[in-house]
């Protein structure tokens, strides 16, 4: 409908640019476009201003040629004007109601479409440095990545999803030697103290500082590692007892200047391939991957392809070379920078003065591989805001460099997350929030709201639905917070909030999908096919109509999602939708009693127009729901 009403607009216009939006305020129509108001700021003839003419007379004059036009008519109800001089249309209740046939008949379908068909596409999201765990703002970066691949698959395209481990440098080389330091069971810190390893003393860092010696502790370590703590000692997921090991080690690296030298000398060794840090290198590194993978299970997160720093990290500066002579790069006080002036960017160091290559050079590296891998239309690097100028060098560069035009990379920006109250967050510091701990958190809340809620659900529920019902609702929780906001707007994130079964919130919505879920149950039978509600006579109430309006606007919310990375338009929009169901529930009966005299009668005889009415536009609601809440992520509990 929206795109013949945008021809039709065109050919009444003479215009070739038709923007038309789906109003907030439904008494404004089903579309409004703003065409009369362009079309009047674009006047050169000032005689015709001063005559009197002004957007609401354009609008009237487009408005009449629009209810001659035989075609639209067919399904447009009405066409109005509204100050300034907007036109708003209303669909025909016969359109509405195929709209509602269509998502009947299409189910999980509803909304897809070929817009980006035949398109390939490789989305990196989920990069975590492996010496850690993840954290509550690497959730951000998850959540939209995937989302975002989700929407890409149902609108055509096919996606791979990649991610880099930054398995080398020196932030590698603080956790071994934190590793083999503060782990060593003669460090002299018991293993209540390294669970609480942020309340861990200077003093005690001190202490162990002055015992260090990273090649002696590695020696010993390769002779007998029973001397040293592994993460089922301190009865932890792998890679959160790797982050102890990487913090203890961040602040005596901070602390000294001997552990810093020591540090330096361990990153040395494994360039050179020493066998034995590779090996106590490749065991904190399983450990992290075995942790990570855990999560990744947990939250739904795919990666189809994973690429390793340590496997690409030589590579890279034969672009440079090449770079320098076609004019990319130049030299400069020793240094060797981006030449990034026609494209009105700062320019930036590729290789320091010193000969060691920033990052941009594995960047580069990284990227010649991705091409020569997987030949796709697009890239995507889900990176957080603060990077947004390098990846426009980055790019900019790539395209200098002839790996391919800009307009096939785009970085996926987002924004910090904090706590409502809080401050940024530093893993350094050891002052983060892990998603594991939040997840645990608000498994425990969901718990508790289940068992003061409903006895009687928890008492059907098996040990196994139940667990899966806790699971399903705190991780819906978490994801619906951190995507219900525009990407480039800091969360302050609430578990509360989050976790509330009211207002705007994933269990909300979760509870709306259960809701219908439940009306359907109870209709225990089929209800009239909705193609015999075509034509029907049915007096349409306030609350069903907003439905049927609500409903045709599905394909363009997923449309619009996607084309903008913005899946906080989803979320708006499911969350307009259950307002509007659970209104209609409030306050009409959707099933007419049926009195029998007998208990779990079935309401399917003598079920009147209403009624099968009523049921279309509840399975309509459940469905949307459902793929809406797929495409973020969430799955839906059929009871709750």
């Known amino acids: 409908m929206k795109d013949q009403i945008i021809k039709t607009l065109k050919k009444v216009t003479g215009q070739k640019e038709i923007h038309l939006e789906s109003p907030e305020n439904e008494e404004f129509g089903d579309y409004s476009a703003n065409i009369a108001m362009q079309l ?55 359109v509405l109601i195929d709209g509602l046939m269509q998502i009947d008949s299409k189910k999980e379908n509803y909304g897809k479409s070929d817009i980006y068909g035949g398109k390939e596409i490789v989305l990196e999201h989920t990069s975590p440095n492996p010496q850690t765990t993840i954290m509550l703002g690497h959730l951000r970066n998850n959540f939209l990545g995937m989302s975002i691949s989700n929407l890409l698959e149902f609108s055509g395209a096919r996606v791979l999803r990649d991610a880099i481990v930054n398995d080398r440098g020196i932030h590698i080389c603080r956790s071994i030697w934190g590793y083999l330091n503060f782990a060593s069971k003669k460090s002299g810190i018991k293993i209540d103290e390294l669970l609480n390893y942020k309340e861990i003393s200077q003093n005690s860092i001190e202490s162990v500082i002055a015992k260090s010696g990273w090649r002696e502790s590695l020696n010993l370590w390769i002779q007998d590692k029973s001397g040293w703590l592994v993460p089922e000692d301190l009865s932890l997921k792998p890679d959160h007892a790797n982050l102890i090991w990487y913090v203890l080690g961040s602040k005596a ?19 050179e391939e020493d066998k034995d840090v590779w090996h106590v290198w490749k065991v904190i590194l399983a450990w992290s991957e075995k942790g990570y993978d855990e999560t990744y299970k947990r939250i739904g997160s795919v990666h189809d392809q994973v690429w390793y720093e340590s496997e690409l990290y030589k590579g890279g500066k034969e672009f440079v070379e090449t770079g320098l002579k076609k004019g990319v790069f130049q030299r400069s006080k020793g240094a060797i920078v981006t030449n990034l002036k026609k494209y009105n960017l700062a320019d930036t160091v590729v290789i320091k003065s010193d000969g060691t290559s920033t990052y941009m050079v594995f960047d580069l590296n990284l990227t010649s ?94 040990d196994k639905e139940n667990s899966d019902l806790v699971k399903q609702i705190a991780l819906a929780a978490i994801k619906y917070s951190l995507l219900k906001v525009s990407r480039e707007t800091t969360i302050y994130y609430d578990m509360n909030e989050s976790i ?65 990375y913005s899946p906080n338009l989803l979320c708006n929009y499911l969350y307009d939708l259950a307002q509007k169901y659970n209104l209609f529930y409030q306050k009409h009966r959707i099933l007419e009693n049926v009195d029998s005299g007998k208990k ?12 099968s009415f009523r049921l279309t536009l509840t399975s309509a609601t459940g469905q949307i729901l459902k793929t809406g809440l797929y495409l973020l992520g969430i799955k839906v509990p059929e009871k709750m």
Not at 84 to 93: A, M, R, S, V, Y
């Open 40 to 94: 009047f700021a674009r006047t050169k003839n000032k005689e015709q201003r001063t005559k009197g003419e002004n957007p609401m007379q354009v609008a009237v004059e487009i408005v009449n040629k629009l209810k001659a036009d035989k075609e639209l008519t067919k399904y447009i109800d009405k066409i109005e004007v509204a100050g300034p001089g907007f036109i708003n249309f209303w669909l025909k209740k016969e």
């Open 253 to 271: 690296f901070k602390l000294s200047k001997e552990v810093e030298k020591q540090v330096k000398e361990i990153l040395k060794a494994w360039e």
């Open 369 to 462: 591989k991705k091409i020569e891998k997987f030949k796709a239309d697009l890239y995507i690097w889900t990176i957080g805001l603060e990077q947004s100028l390098y990846f426009k060098q980055m790019f900019a560069v790539c395209e200098q460099l002839e790996l391919g035009k800009r307009e096939q990379f785009f970085h996926l920006s987002y924004a910090l997350i904090n706590f409502k109250g809080g401050g940024k967050m530093a893993t350094r510091e050891g002052s983060v929030v892990m998603a594991d701990e939040i997840l645990d958190q608000l498994e425990g809340k969901t718990r508790e709201i289940i068992k003061s809620s409903n006895q009687k659900l928890r008492a059907r529920l098996s």
């Open 500 to 564: 509330s079964l009211e207002g705007n919130s994933g269990p909300y919505l979760q509870y709306t999908y259960a809701r219908t879920q439940s009306v359907l149950r109870k209709a225990r039978g089929k209800r009239q096919e909705v193609k015999d509600l075509k034509g029907t006579t049915l007096q349409l109430n306030v609350e069903e109509e907003l439905l049927l309006r609500t409903f045709i606007h599905f394909p363009e919310i997923i449309e619009e999602a996607v084309r903008n």
């Open 600 to 611: 779990n009668t079935p309401y399917t005889e003598h079920r009147s127009p209403t009624t």
